[in-house]
């Protein structure tokens, strides 16, 4: 166990390595000046644009720019040339806000997905399968922000809810009950919207694993032995049908990371996604380069884990 | 080789081809999304057809008309107007085939690749497989959409690129099912006969084991198409999509959006005909799997 | 199974109860939304507009603006400009006579500014009122001698010069300098002698030290004689930092070096690389003399000034750590917190030299979407929103809210690469410009919200040529123009001239709805005088560097978004058209710059207005641009949300509505108030 895990993490450094060159080329090829100032601002000379270009090593060839922000970024120095704050911190300071806004979308698809997908295990091949099947897909193919924007226009026109923002300003609450829930309103908001797909692919992948499970042999067994109905149901297939949804949870990681850039933007939510989005419009490197790197950095992680995990609760699997 | 077949007795009734085929008639929501899909296919090739030729019907999509800018939906333009007066209606109808087009393209780009490194990962096994395995282990890795967003900027925002972009990003998860399904090929009786008989890789890969796997790349493809359509619409929503005047539902939105609180049509219905075209792929897509799949039919 | 969905729908519906009875804005305070999140809090790093409209109310600057526009002191309680001109002669007796010719010449010397002269060994030094070049001129022309020339190099190195230049001078023996002046990679080289010579030899005395890569040397236009003006500012006295530290001359001295610093990468430091020395008399006084009359100069004291107490012994890398994102200043409001990506919060400056400001504090919100930001504003949880033209109709007829609308200083065009052969023909140009409807775009795409633009100046600046006529919407002359430049119809409808079509590409950035429309009506107006257009855009990054800024392109849609300043040679002057500069279209004109380059250094008013408005007269005969219209910006308020109460003459107080002055809406923000704490704001 403990080699594999060393093998693992040495090809997981390895895979880091060329993560980060490739990345680092494309943001850099890309074309766009990162000056902080407008591009057309007729204030700023040459001079002023040269003295910027030899601070951020602009005015280095390609592979060396790529030294020097590995160095950086690895001995914590790298400073986004958006505010010259070091981009770890940057990216540290949206971690609670996008942690709960992942958690709450997690939480609610899981949640949700698990109750549509077993109801509709359930009810096989029966109409109240077809219906949650049929609304699962219309969820999918819901654009995000089309529903957004619905809502929003919805919410603020018809309740003047506000929904922008982590809480609500210029409000002085009465309690801390109602501070709490300002804050748990401003979270569930976009995190419903950002877990309607979730939901919808969890209940099918639910509902799909049930079925599988149902035919079992030990089901059938069980059902044999004229266990009621609810018990095999609920008790035996459904336990065992929720474990690969555990250790499938962290490839969803760099998924939420990206995708809730729309939505955090239409909220004005201060995530992860909005630090990335607006770093690609700013050019602003160093930023991209870093986010690129923690983000796959946590998922070669939770991989890893994931793996060590499966291992340790299932004893079938042994790591080699 | 019939003799060898492991195949059960059912199967001499009718092939497997036959049976999905029979499976999935009886699948009303599947049929209704199937025919749907189709419509929308005849617009795609009818608009498209019209476009060449320059005939303008309805409207022309790209022609303005000042007076009759931001017009709620009347009996001229049945869908409104935009902020140039042009007719909602006709640019829905010809911004179909490229919404289309980019959704077709862009699966047949992502199962190319996919479907090549899957089989290869697939069918050699051992280092090989480890090795691509974790490419696309790496690829997974980045946060996809900021991936989409750079390389949109690096290569600009034509329809070809951003086909090209969406295919290259969206092919990790055919790769993986190629390959277990190839894991799990290479070990059936014919591929080892194959083997015996002394043919090559390619061979067996596109002779033997590529159609034996073929339905469940299928449905991959069709659910892959509304993806990309709802990728199209993302991008265009943050102005990194198929540029204006060229009309996509994406587009056709995102430009609406400022207006939206004057001009709710402009919205609205875009939304719709992606929210439809979208759930009749899945739809179909869904019917597809469940009539090929080959462990359903013991229920 | 069924618990957890449910309770989390259940808690999330009380949270919805909950934030659905709360009403906002109840605070003595005031909320401000902005697209952009500012970058840096320190005003002499930032040029974001973001970051402007908050360092506004942290910090002052020497000068500001007053109501009308016109420059009014702020930190500094007085100013005073003058020049000292000096003339050097081929002996002392010449520069007596000289001195003797002047006095005997009968000179008006109100006129000419003229307060005193002196000579000094082989020069002669006048003392003028005021800065410029052309009373110096006059005056000389009485010396009956002629002073030697003055040459003037300046000097770009690969590496910082330090003192290499006051060593040259030492070691030059031909050449009689007058004067150095170096900063950084920066320098200047004053002589007296032979310009080429000088030149050369100076480049291989500095090739054989830096090498010669990067290494440039080019004469200066400047005046014949040394030109030098100078800026006394006498500060307030009374005035503390916020942390209670006072306000000294000292701190000015450190904003200039701070801006001049290399490390701090200040976007304004263009400004002041013609200032000569900056002295501080005493704690009080501040002394600037430039180097030579450059007029754009006192507007660039109007930027903050900040702490020398906090920031001299930082360097400056540790500033975004620190100061930037918790600044200190003098300025109305006190910075009080920072979250990013959702606002940035200030309060009152108990200690504000001019008086305690009404409001609590004021909420600056980044709020990144245009339509949240609306619903926003409608739901007063902002209180100002700048609305998109077709809205303004909607809030116009609304009772409850105040708008308040301005022509911008700002005008779209549509440039025409000068480079491409097709637009060379002034013909073309012109027909271009009558083709184009700019009526019926300010109708529809502004809602009659703006007015046609007639140059490089909008009608609100003090220089504005108000004589330049439009051209007007005229298919048929520019047909006619066409024809004549040899551009006749072929065989498609598309002009054809020497087999070449009249195609070309219009491109500009996407995301701009304005500049969108421009170019599909653009390319629907060309389109009926026989010329094929094809619209391409691009984001906004990618659009510059690929196209823009290296002139890569037949014709881009954009827009000038100008200062108060008239100042333009980066923008039109024909040095500026390398890549990566901002005479992105490739505009030369001789005459163009020989104004440009005088402009700058003249300080009487009658002059600029007249120099400019020959300017604007013979770019818009020139039409490197299409130039198509100002737009008029308009800002909305909930009507009762705010009213002014400002100190008016004489120690009384002035309280009115919110009212639009020339410097825009928010002139008096430290003033305004909200009525429901009226009481304590009377207090």
Redesign the interface.
């Known amino acids: 166990m403990t080699v594999f895990i060393i093998r693992r993490l040495l ?1 997981s450094i390895v ?1 880091l390595f ?2 980060s060159l ?2 680092f080329f ?2 850099t ?5 990162p000056y ?17 270009r030899e ?1 951020f090593h602009l005015d280095k060839p390609l592979h060396k720019q790529y030294g020097f922000i590995m160095r950086d970024l690895l001995t914590g120095e790298l ?1 986004s040339i ?5 981009v770890l911190a ?1 990216i540290a ?2 971690l609670p806000a996008t942690l709960a806004l992942n958690l709450g979308a997690l ?2 698809s899981l ?2 997905g ?2 549509l997908g ?1 109801y509709g295990a359930r009810y096989a ?1 029966r109409s109240p399968d ?1 219906i949650t ?2 609304l699962a ?2 969820f ?7 529903v957004s ?2 809502l ?2 919805g919410l ?2 018809y ?8 809480h ?6 009465s309690n801390g009950l ?1 501070v709490f ?2 804050r ?3 979270v ?1 908001l976009p995190a ?1 919207i950002l877990a309607i797909g979730g939901v919808a692919v969890q209940s099918r992948f639910i509902r799909a694993s049930m ?2 499970t149902l ?1 079992e042999d030990y089901i059938r067994t069980a059902r044999a032995k004229g266990l009621d109905e609810n018990a095999v149901f ?1 008790r035996h297939a ?1 336990r065992n049908s929720i474990r690969p949804l555990i250790t499938g949870i962290g ?1 969803l990681l ?2 939420l ?3 809730a ?2 939505i955090e ?4 939510y ?1 995530g992860m ?6 770093a ?4 602003d490197y160093p930023t ?1 380069v870093a ?2 790197f923690v ?2 950095a946590l ?2 992680l939770g ?1 890893l884990l994931a793996d060590v995990l499966y291992a340790v609760v299932d004893p079938r699997v042994r790591l080699e | 080789m019939i003799t060898t077949t492991p195949e059960p007795l059912e199967a001499a009734a009718a092939s497997p081809t036959a049976r999905s085929l029979r499976r999935f008639r009886a699948n009303k ?1 599947g049929l209704l999304a199937l025919g749907m899909v189709c419509v929308l296919a005849v617009i795609a090739v009818t608009f498209f057809v019209l476009d060449t030729l320059g005939i303008p019907w309805p409207m022309d999509p790209d022609t303005t008309n000042l007076e009759r800018k931001l017009l709620p939906p009347n009996p001229v333009n049945w869908l409104g107007t935009d902020n140039l007066g042009r007719d909602v209606f006709s640019r829905l109808l010809n911004g179909a085939y490229i919404s289309l087009t980019v959704g077709f393209v862009a699966v047949s780009v992502s199962l190319s690749i996919g479907v090549t490194v899957g089989a290869v990962a697939g069918y050699f096994g051992k280092w090989v497989d480890n090795l691509i395995m ?1 490419i696309v ?2 690829v ?8 989409i ?3 949109v ?2 290569v600009g925002p034509s329809i070809f690129n951003i086909i090209i972009v969406i295919g290259l990003v969206s092919w990790t998860g055919t790769a993986r099912l190629v390959r277990a399904e190839f894991l799990t090929l290479r070990e059936s009786a014919y591929v080892q006969a194959a083997r015996a008989l002394g043919q090559r890789g390619p061979k067996i890969i596109f002779r033997h084991m590529l159609p034996n796997a073929a339905a469940p790349i299928l449905v991959t493809a069709v659910l892959g198409v ?1 993806e990309a359509i ?1 990728a199209e ?2 991008l265009s ?2 102005g990194f999509g198929v540029q204006p005047p060229q009309a996509t539902w994406g587009n056709i ?1 995102a430009d609406g ?1 400022t207006y ?2 004057d001009a709710w049509w402009l ?1 609205l219905f875009p ?1 719709l005909a ?2 439809i075209a ?2 009749s792929f ?2 179909t897509g ?1 019917a597809l799997r469940q009539a090929v799949e080959t ?2 039919e ?2 | ?2 618990g ?2 449910l309770l ?1 729908a259940a ?2 519906a ?3 109860w ?3 009875r ?6 003595n ?1 005031m ?1 401000i939304g902005s697209i952009g ?1 500012p ?2 809090l320190n005003p002499v790093q930032a ?2 507009s973001a970051s402007g409209s908050v360092t506004g109310v942290i910090f002052n600057g020497l000068l500001k603006y007053n109501a009308g526009l016109e420059i009014v002191g702020d930190l500094a309680a007085e100013w005073k400009l003058s020049q000292r001109s000096t003339f050097f002669f081929d002996s002392a007796e010449a520069a007596i006579l000289a001195a003797a010719n002047l006095e005997a010449g009968g000179v008006d010397r109100e006129a000419l500014h003229l307060r005193r002269y002196a000579v000094e060994g082989d020069r002669l030094e006048l003392e003028l009122s005021l800065p410029g070049v052309g009373d110096s001129e006059k005056l000389a022309a009485k010396f009956g001698v002629a002073p030697l020339p003055v040459q003037t190099l300046s000097v ?1 190195a690969p590496k910082p010069l330090e003192d290499a230049l006051t060593r040259f001078a030492a070691e030059e023996s031909s050449a009689r300098v007058v004067r150095v002046w170096s900063h ?3 320098g200047e080289l004053v002589f007296l002698g032979a310009e080429e010579a000088t030149r050369e030899r100076l480049r291989v005395w500095l090739a054989e030290r830096f090498g010669e890569e990067g290494l440039r040397i080019e004469a200066v236009q400047a005046p014949r004689f040394l030109a030098e003006p100078v800026v006394v500012f006498r500060l307030h006295d009374d005035v503390r930092w916020h942390d209670g530290a006072p306000f000294t001359s000292r701190d000015v001295k450190f904003t200039y070096e701070a801006m001049m610093d ?2 701090v ?7 002041y ?1 013609l200032v000569l020395s900056v002295e501080t008399p005493d704690a009080r006084t501040v002394r600037v003399v430039y180097r030579r009359p450059f007029s754009p100069a006192l507007e660039s004291w109007m930027t903050s000034v900040l702490p020398a107490h906090l920031l001299a012994g930082v360097p400056p ?1 540790r ?3 620190t100061f ?2 918790a600044p200190v200043g003098t300025g109305p409001f006190k910075f009080a917190e920072w ?5 940035v919060r200030v309060a009152r400056n108990e200690d504000y030299f001019k008086g305690l400001p009404h409001l609590d504090g004021i ?1 600056f ?5 245009p ?2 930001l609306r ?2 504003f ?2 007063r ?1 902002v209180d100002f929103w700048s609305a998109d033209p077709w809205a303004v109709g909607s809030f116009r007829e609304d009772e409850r809210f105040t708008l308040f609308t301005s022509p911008s200083n700002s005008y779209n065009y549509v440039g025409w690469n000068l480079r491409r052969p097709m637009f060379q023909d002034l013909r073309v140009r012109q027909a271009l410009a009558h083709a184009v409807n700019i009526d019926q775009m300010i109708r529809y795409i502004l809602y009659g919200y703006g007015t046609q633009s007639t140059g490089i100046f909008t009608p609100e600046m003090w220089f504005f040529n108000p004589r330049v006529q439009p051209l007007a919407y005229d298919p048929e002359a520019a047909r006619q123009l066409l024809d004549k430049a040899g551009w006749v119809a072929g065989e498609d409808g598309i002009r054809v001239k020497d087999g070449q079509r009249f195609a070309f590409t219009l491109i500009t950035n996407n995301g701009n709805v304005i500049r969108s429309d421009i170019a599909t009506l653009v390319q629907e107006n060309l389109r009926a005088i026989g010329i094929e257009v094809t619209v391409e855009m691009y ?4 659009f ?3 196209f ?2 290296q002139g890569e392109f037949d014709a881009v849609v ?1 827009g ?1 978004a100008l200062g108060q300043g008239f100042d ?1 040679f ?2 039109w002057h024909s040095s500026q058209t390398e890549p ?3 005479n992105m279209v490739g505009y030369r004109n001789k005459e163009a710059d020989r104004l440009l380059e005088s402009v700058r250094e003249e300080f009487d008013r009658g002059e600029i207005i007249r120099q400019c408005g020959e300017l604007q007269q013979l770019i818009y005969d020139d039409q490197p641009y299409l130039f198509l219209f100002v737009p008029e910006g308009t800002s909305v308020m909930w009507k009762d949300a705010f009213r002014v109460r400002r100190p008016g003459p004489d120690g009384t107080w002035i309280d009115e509505p919110v009212t639009m002055t020339k410097a825009g809406w928010s002139h008096y923000l430290e003033w305004f108030y909200r009525p429901e704490y009226a009481k304590e704001a009377s207090e």
């Not at chain 1, 090829?29 to 000046?33: A, D, K, R, V, Y």
């Not at chain 1, 902080?36 to 910027?52: A, C, M, Q, T, Y």
């Not at chain 1, 609500?168 to 609450?173: D, K, M």
Request: hydrophobic share 50%; proline share 6%; glycine share 6%.
């Open positions: 090809a895979l060329f993560i490739i990345s494309i943001i090829l890309t074309p766009g000046s902080p100032w407008g591009e057309l601002n007729p204030k700023v000379s040459e001079d002023v644009k040269r003295i910027f601070k400073r958006k505010d010259e704050r070091p940057k300071e949206r939480a609610l949640s949700f698990l109750l077993v091949g077809v099947s049929i897909f219309v999918i193919a819901l654009p995000g922000f089309w924007y619905l929003a226009i603020v026109n309740g003047a809810v506000p929904i922008l923002g982590t609500t300003i210029g409000v002085t609450f109602e829930l300002d748990w309103w401003h569930m419903s079925i599988e035919r609920y459904l490839m760099p998924a990371i990206g995708g850039v729309i933007n239409i909220f004005a201060p996604g909005r630090l990335g989005y607006e690609v419009l700013e050019r991209l986010l690129n983000t796959a998922v070669l991989n | 929501t974790r282990d790496a997974m890795c980045f946060p996809t959409f900021f991936l967003l750079t390389a900027a690096l509304p709802l619409a993302g929503f943050l939105i959006k939206i609180l919205i939304g992606i929210l979208a759930l899945y739809l869904d462990r359903s013991r229920q | 199974m069924l957890i969905p989390l808690v999330t009380l949270a919805l909950t934030v659905s709360v009403t906002v804005d109840k605070k305070e909320y999140e970058s840096t040029a974001d770009m950084g990679n920066l290399d490390r990468a200040s976007p304004r430091k263009p400004d690389e890398d500033w975004p750590l930037n994102r979250k990013t990506n959702q606002f909420v919100r980044t709020l990144p979407d339509l949240t619903l926003a409608e739901t949880q984001e906004w990054a990618v510059l560097k690929r823009v800024n954009l000038w333009q980066q923008i990566e500069r901002l």
